[in-house]
């Protein structure tokens, strides 16, 4: 009669398997840092189990696997199922963004005999968090003759590195005394670059130091950085946290955590009565905005893609008749419940760290508002679901009623028709430079997703 939830560990899970393939989320998670290095990893991966670009084919069909890319910063990966896909698809749905500084248009500039990049930062972020820390550069710059310049810089052994600094607590009387959202401003996030100036130089002589390195080492000027996307973020790797290894820490497990066992339980999906889909995309920390987010039409035009090349016609009303008939797991992290910060969470529906895949029926805040919230219909086969496939699974509210929300890309998958709900791996310190997620949890949700893609419900 009653309703009781088990520590994973306590189970008679495979250890050894679950350490396997976290140490393969762990590399991805070197590797692809940013929106671009994740989609040439995934295109990677993808290729070596047999994927192909979709526009290799003229015709589909069933068990063929295939993959597109949306602008470099989104894909979308799938497996033909038997079905027509008007008769509804299995989607797993993650961003692959995360929460970073970006550099300003035009970032350079000396002060104080010493060179900083000034930044704009991107998504939610606890302002604080970012100082004294080594940080990394990556990302792109296009050149005017559309010559792509790819930047990695700060995360191997000997690299440099780069930092933004804070105040000595010595001298932080005043700046301790401020709201926490005002002790380091967006404004005060400079990061810093360089401190020698150029030989027989007077004015700005350690910028134009740094000007002629990045010239000599990339081939760029400073308007160069008008068409760039350098992205922060934190040069730390992943690593196991604990002396029993439970744990990985790592920047960016939002969302990667979820994109990683969607990609590996896709890749390893080879027959399914309905077409698996995992829709993998950007700007999900800025409220999937423009055409590489979830609220692009990018989906759908995949979706008709397919229906053209299998031959059951892409018509809208055959598109219609997919998404409504279509599943959707919004795959997104939640909060675990943290001991040392209690007082915002409901411990009775909360995250549990090490107890599954986190099932959230809505998200959102101030009484459900942005919320898709899951029918109950779609909560029983999801029950059945993980409950058949000896799923470790729980729901979870990412807090008190009152403390404040958060949204995925659940409402835009669902306006479109599809049913949808949210799940996936409770994150410790979500959107922290260093989160922290259970390596069985991680296991769970690819075990998840892979139930899912294999049944239809
Ligand atoms: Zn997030």
């Known amino acids: 009669m009653k309703y009781e939830l088990k520590n994973g560990w306590t189970t008679d ?20 840092k940013t929106e671009r290095e994740a989609v040439s990893e995934i295109v990677r991966l993808a290729e070596s189990c047999g994927f192909k670009p979709l526009s290799d084919y003229t015709t589909l069909k069933e068990g063929d696997k295939v993959y597109a890319i949306n602008k470099l910063k989104g894909i979308i990966l799938a497996v033909i199922g038997e079905k027509e896909a008007s008769e509804g698809v299995n989607i797993v749905g993650a961003h692959i963004d995360a929460p970073r500084l970006d550099l300003k248009p035009n970032p350079l500039y ?11 930062y991107y998504g939610g972020i606890k302002k604080y968090q970012w100082t004294a820390l080594p940080l990394a550069l990556h990302g792109v710059v296009i050149k005017t003759n559309g ?12 690299d440099i590195t780069f930092v933004i600094t804070d105040l000595l607590p010595h001298l932080a009387r005043e700046q301790m005394k401020k709201p926490a959202t005002e002790i380091i401003e967006g404004e005060s996030l400079n990061l810093l670059i360089g401190s020698i100036p150029a030989d027989e130089e007077e004015k700005d002589a350690v910028k134009t130091n740094i000007l002629s390195i990045l ?14 996307e350098l992205e922060i973020v934190p040069s730390a790797n992943a690593k196991d946290v604990g002396f029993d290894r439970g744990l990985i820490g790592a920047y960016g497990h939002d969302d990667r955590v979820c994109a990683y066992p969607a990609l590996m339980a896709i890749l390893t999906t080879d027959a399914c009565e309905k077409t698996a889909v995992c829709l993998l995309t950007d700007k999900e920390e800025v409220g999937s905005m423009g055409n590489t987010g979830a609220r692009s039409d ?78 109950a219909e779609l909560m029983a086969k999801i029950r059945t679901l993980f409950n058949n496939n000896n799923i470790l699974w729980h729901v979870a509210e990412l807090g008190k009623v009152d403390a404040g929300g958060g949204g995925t890309i659940a409402q835009y998958v669902a306006n479109l028709g599809v049913e949808t709900v949210d799940c996936g791996v409770s994150v410790l310190s979500m959107h922290a430079p260093y989160e922290v997620v259970s390596k069985l949890d991680v296991y769970m949700t690819y075990k998840a997703f892979h139930s899912f893609f294999g049944e239809n419900i």
């Open 110 to 120: 000396e002060d104080g005999e010493l060179a900083y990049f000034k930044t704009h």
């Open 13 to 32: 899970i495979d250890k050894e398997i679950v350490c396997k393939f976290s140490e393969g989320y762990k590399s991805f998670l070197d590797i692809a």
């Open 147 to 158: 010559e792509t310049v790819n930047v990695k810089i700060g995360d191997e052994g000997d």
């Open 215 to 228: 010239n000599e080492k990339y081939g760029i000027c400073e308007e160069d950085f008008l068409s760039a």
């Open 298 to 375: 990018f989906l759908k035009l995949i979706l008709m893609e397919i229906m053209d090349k299998t031959g059951e016609g892409a018509t809208e009303l055959n598109l219609l008749r997919a998404l409504d008939k279509s599943y959707c797991l919004s795959a997104d992290v939640s909060a675990a419940f943290d001991p040392n910060f209690p007082a915002p969470y409901e411990k009775r529906n909360a995250g549990k760290t090490n107890y599954g895949i986190t099932v959230a029926k809505y998200t959102g805040a101030g009484g459900k508002s942005g919320s898709s919230d899951a029918s």
